[in-house]
C-alpha cells in the first residue's frame, strides 16, 4: 500500500517555529517530487511548498517566502517542511502529496499528484 504520514503538527504561539515531517510507506520517495499543501475552513487548499525529486528546483508562494523551507532525507524516506515566524493566518491542516517523476520544468497539477497523506493540523495562537 502507498502511503504518507504527515507528523509535527501542534499549537504554537506566533513567531514560533514547527517542523513538519512526511514519512513514506509502500515507495520510495527517491523518484517523486513532493508538494506540501494547507487548506483553513472555508478556505481553498493551498500550495505552500514543492521539490523535485533531484532537489534541484523548489517553490514557494509569496504567503511563505523566507519562512518556510522544504527539505528530504531519503535514507529515511522522509520530507520534512521547516516553518519559521508562523502567523496566526498559518493555521491550517497541512498535506503532503508525491507525485512520481522529476517534474523540473513544470510543477504538477493537485490531479497529477500520486499520493496524499492524511493532514496534520497546524494552529498558531497566543
Known amino acids: 500500500q502507498l502511503q504518507l504520514v504527515e507528523s509535527g503538527g501542534g499549537l504554537v504561539q506566533p513567531g514560533g517555529s514547527l517542523r513538519l515531517s512526511c514519512t513514506a510507506s509502500g515507495f520510495t520517495l527517491d523518484y517523486y517530487a513532493i508538494g506540501w499543501f494547507r487548506q483553513a475552513p472555508g478556505k481553498e487548499r493551498e500550495e505552500v511548498s514543492f521539490?523535485?525529486?533531484?532537489?534541484?528546483?523548489?517553490y514557494y508562494p509569496n504567503s511563505v517566502q523566507g519562512r518556510f523551507l522544504i527539505s528530504r532525507d531519503n535514507a529515511k524516506n522522509t520530507v520534512y517542511l521547516q516553518m519559521n515566524s508562523l502567523k496566526p493566518e498559518d493555521t491550517a491542516v497541512y498535506y503532503c502529496?508525491?507525485?512520481?517523476?522529476?517534474?523540473?520544468?513544470?510543477?504538477?497539477?493537485?490531479?497529477?499528484?500520486?499520493?496524499w497523506g492524511q493532514g496534520t493540523q497546524v494552529t498558531v495562537s497566543s
Open positions: 502529496a508525491a507525485a512520481r517523476g522529476t517534474w523540473i520544468h513544470y510543477r504538477p497539477h493537485t490531479y497529477e499528484y500520486d499520493v
Open positions: 521539490l523535485t525529486s533531484d532537489d534541484t528546483n523548489t
